[in-house]
């Protein structure tokens, strides 16, 4: 019984930092720099990843989403999405985080969307689930440079980088993406 207890408190003490993280709400100017920032590092880091910047219909930058996990955790975090160089929109991103999990860790995002359809799905649905949709490429920001503008293929190209904190374990992830302005 007292094991139960600990698992619910510890549970309960992870909602409670994730809560608090959410409450924090960045001004949008604030968080369209962030973005703005965070898209310039990526592109700094990845010549592949600006290529796909700058043919891209839109780029919905999360400039830092945090991930908290003790067997079962959450991640959380907002964004800017940016078309034609101009924000066009504000996004919050969320997810359970299920497995053998532990430990905090805050990671950058970015997905560059390729075609119109995509961003239409995108804008058009009550919450874009990563995941559900099979035309969404994830690539190492290391190993990208395979990719070119002249051999993309998919719909939604996803980046992963600038990895903070320590996270260890296997896990089952969902995330999903719903927009705070319309």
Same mark, same amino acid.
């Given at each position: 019984?007292?094991q139960?207890?600990k698992?619910i ?8 930092? =994730? $809560?608090a993280r959410?409450a924090?709400? %960045?001004p949008t100017?604030?968080? +369209? ?7 310039? &590092?990526?592109?700094?880091k990845?010549?592949a990843?600006?290529?796909l ?12 989403i945090?991930r908290?996990a003790?067997l ?5 975090g907002?964004?800017?999405?940016l078309a034609?160089?101009k924000?066009?929109?504000?996004y919050?991103?969320d ?6 999990? =532990? $430990?905090g860790q805050s990671?950058?995002y %970015?997905?560059?969307?390729?075609? +119109?359809?995509?961003?239409k799905?995108?804008?058009? &649905?009550?919450g874009?689930?990563?995941?559900a ?6 690539v ?7 990719i070119?503008t ?5 719909d939604?190209y ?6 903070k904190?320590?996270m260890?374990?296997v896990?089952v992830?969902?995330?999903k993406i719903?927009r705070?302005d319309?």
């Open positions: 019984m007292k139960l207890q698992f408190l510890i549970l309960l003490s992870i909602a409670a930092l =994730a $809560g959410v924090q709400a %960045a100017d604030s968080l +369209d720099q962030d973005a703005r920032a965070a898209l310039n &590092t990526l592109y700094a990845s010549p990843a600006k290529a910047g700058e043919k891209a219909k839109g780029v919905l930058v999360f400039p830092n945090d908290l003790v079962v955790g959450v991640q959380s907002k964004g800017a999405m034609n160089g924000v066009v929109g504000h919050r991103i997810g359970v985080i299920a497995g053998l999990e =532990a $430990g990671y950058a %970015a997905m560059f969307f390729m075609s +119109d359809t995509a961003l799905n995108l804008q058009s &649905t009550h874009f689930e990563i995941g949709d099979p035309n969404i490429v994830f190492n920001v290391g190993a990208a440079k395979e070119s002249s051999t993309t293929q998919a939604v996803g980046y992963i980088f600038d990895q904190g320590l260890g374990g896990a992830q969902g995330l719903t705070l319309h």
